[in-house]
């Protein structure tokens, strides 16, 4: 049994959450989100609340169960107030700058490096410090993952980019004799 799944989720006021078929449809005072569902799971809207509960009782449905109910959540919250990711770039010559609706990486490659930034986010680079902001929580994990991903911390001398709450572990280098 699912624990997130059994509870009811509480719509607060000026949310709106509407079901055409298996598309759940979220609009609050920061956007709009859609999300396609599978019928595994009986989505019901209340006045005030959501509740959700299994068709069949096999493991997959069990399992997504408590997963719609987080989705449900995160898109509730996310149109109320934005997710928001911080990333920091560290490293001499390393640079980012938005330009229309692309970043402009200098990642210390021979070329520069550019990321299409997608529709629903938006994104600031000051100095060396990005941000990026969404009502898709989804969205702006991957997003952000994947702008990471292009320049990952490295530990000898901390280089490159992380979160902003993430620790680079840092490692000795070697040691002369």
């Given at each position: 049994?699912?624990?997130?799944?059994?509870?009811?989720?509480?719509?607060?006021d000026?949310?709106?959450?509407?079901?055409?078929g298996?598309?759940?449809?979220?609009?609050?005072?920061?956007?709009?989100?859609?999300k396609?569902?599978?019928?595994?799971?009986?989505?019901?809207?209340?006045?005030?609340?959501?509740s959700?509960?299994?068709?069949?009782?096999?493991?997959?449905?069990?399992?997504?169960?408590?997963?719609?109910?987080?989705?449900?959540?995160?898109?509730?919250?996310?149109?109320?107030?934005?997710?928001?990711?911080?990333?920091?770039?560290?490293?001499?010559?390393?640079?980012?700058?938005?330009?229309?609706?692309?970043?402009?990486?200098?990642?210390?490659?021979?070329?520069?490096?550019?990321?299409?930034?997608?529709?629903?986010?938006?994104?600031?680079?000051?100095?060396?410090?990005?941000?990026?902001?969404?009502?898709?929580?989804?969205?702006?994990?991957?997003?952000?993952?994947?702008?990471?991903?292009?320049?990952?911390?490295?530990?000898?001398?901390?280089?490159?980019?992380?979160?902003?709450?993430?620790?680079?572990?840092?490692?000795?280098?070697?040691?002369?004799?």
């Amino acid at each position: 049994m699912s624990r997130i799944g059994k509870q009811e989720i509480l719509i607060p006021d000026g949310i709106k959450v509407t079901q055409n078929g298996g598309v759940l449809t979220v609009v609050g005072p920061k956007g709009t989100i859609k999300k396609t569902f599978r019928d595994d799971i009986t989505i019901t809207i209340n006045d005030k609340s959501i509740s959700l509960n299994v068709k069949r009782n096999d493991k997959f449905s069990k399992s997504l169960w408590g997963t719609y109910a987080a989705h449900i959540k995160n898109m509730i919250a996310g149109v109320v107030t934005p997710y928001q990711k911080k990333l920091i770039l560290e490293g001499v010559g390393y640079k980012s700058e938005v330009k229309g609706k692309e970043f402009n990486f200098a990642l210390g490659f021979s070329h520069p490096v550019i990321v299409k930034i997608p529709e629903g986010i938006t994104a600031t680079a000051d100095k060396n410090n990005i941000t990026i902001i969404g009502i898709d929580k989804e969205l702006v994990g991957s997003f952000t993952a994947a702008i990471r991903a292009l320049k990952k911390g490295e530990p000898y001398k901390g280089k490159g980019m992380r979160y902003e709450d993430e620790v680079i572990r840092r490692k000795q280098g070697k040691k002369t004799v």
